[in-house]
């Protein structure tokens, strides 16, 4: 069964940098393109960056410049560098695999910043 598993959420203060990974189960990077969601408390879940199978990679206005996201094809894993962080930032942030038709989500992993 494909799955994404991520990791690297916590606490952090304002102005600091979290590393998420999100690790996937079989060959789902051949496959499918890769993102980052989050989603904050009394909010929709919203598009943060995503990246391509081609390459090309996508960030919402309010992470640019801040936020990197990456993808190591050997590892199977996506990774999204959040620096500069802001109390706005503060959800819980959710991997996604997706492809025509098929939206493949991790469980999730919270980061909270502190002012």
Do not use: H
Request: with cysteine.
């Amino acid at each position: 069964q494909e799955q994404l598993v991520g990791a690297g959420g916590g606490l952090v203060q304002a102005g600091g940098a979290l590393r998420l990974s999100c690790a996937a189960s079989g060959n789902l990077f051949s496959r499918y393109d890769m993102g980052w969601y989050r989603q904050a408390p009394g909010n929709q879940r919203e598009m943060v960056a995503t990246f391509t199978r081609g390459g090309q990679t996508n960030y919402a206005d309010s992470v640019k410049g801040r936020f990197t996201i990456s993808r190591d094809n050997t590892k199977n894993t996506v990774y999204l560098q959040m620096n500069g962080l802001k109390p706005d930032d503060t959800a819980v942030y959710y991997c996604i695999a997706r492809r025509i038709f098929i939206e493949i989500w991790g469980q999730g992993t919270l980061v909270t910043v502190s002012s």
